[in-house]
T-cell receptor
Framework: AQKITQTQPGMFVQEKEAVTLDCTYDTSDPSYGLFWYKQPSSGEMIFLIYQGSYDQQNATEGRYSLNFQKARKSANLVISASQLGDSAMYFC????????????FGTGTRLKVLA | GAVVSQHPSWVICKSGTSVKIECRSLDFQATTMFWYRQFPKQSLMLMATSNEGSKATYEQGVEKDKFLINHASLTLSTLTVTSAHPEDSSFYICSGLAGEVRTDTQYFGPGTRLTVL
């Protein structure tokens, strides 16, 4: 069965520094995609970045980038130049295999940016 | 990115009443919408998947008669919590999908916090 693992329940980072949030996954599908979402205390889920399994390059979106290591089945989110507003919960997600058509979410990582 | 709205953002109701939550895709047509429930400090739990014009598909353990979902148009889905009880108090969040399941991105609404007294 597919699953997503986020092993860091909480992380601290100093403002302006970079931080890596870990996400490992397990799937037997050759074609898949991985998503990262940010959930601030207000509750909304904000889409950050997507990585497809066949993408040749690691995805980047502004200060967000994915360290995608397919052989290790990891898709770690890197946030560069952390800001106070980055303090939030971060979830890694992927689609389940055919037949169920739903996201699997990791348990999330709570990031706190320190001034 | 695509925008999804939810209304109301929070609601307090008495036990036994029904509450309707609206989920709208504002700048895209959502062929599929999802309804989630989230307890404090936990991840999102999928309740049901709805496709425009057809009956919703509920996850195991979710009572379809209690959580009524209507996806009447490509931009609107509603979740009605019938005869709400305190244990239904939770954060409900919807998402919309413009394209294909398994490839495209779900865009989430801001969520609705339901408190049942």
């Amino acid at each position: 069965a597919q699953k997503i693992t986020q092993t860091q329940p909480g992380m601290f980072v100093q403002e302006k520094e970079a931080v890596t949030l870990d996400c490992t996954y397990d799937t037997s599908d050759p074609s898949y995609g991985l998503f990262w979402y940010k959930q601030p205390s207000s509750g909304e889920m904000i889409f950050l970045i997507y990585q497809g399994s066949y993408d040749q390059q690691n995805a980047t979106e502004g200060r967000y980038s994915l360290n995608f290591q397919k052989a290790r089945k990891s898709a770690n989110l890197v946030i560069s130049a952390s800001q106070l507003g980055d303090s939030a919960m971060y979830f890694c997600a992927m689609w389940e295999p055919s037949g169920t058509y739903k996201y699997i979410f990791g348990t999330g990582t709570r990031l706190k940016v320190l001034a | 990115g695509a925008v999804v709205s939810q209304h109301p953002s929070w609601v307090i109701c008495k036990s036994g009443t029904s509450v309707k939550i609206e989920c709208r895709s504002l700048d895209f047509q959502a062929t599929t919408m999802f309804w989630y429930r989230q307890f404090p400090k936990q991840s999102l739990m999928l309740m049901a998947t709805s496709n425009e014009g057809s009956k919703a598909t509920y996850e195991q353990g979710v009572e379809k008669d209690k959580f009524l979902i209507n996806h009447a148009s490509l931009t609107l889905s509603t979740l009605t919590v019938t005869s709400a009880h305190p244990e239904d108090s939770s954060f409900y969040i919807c998402s919309g999908l413009a394209g294909e399941v398994r490839t495209d991105t779900q865009y989430f609404g801001p969520g609705t916090r339901l408190t049942v007294l």
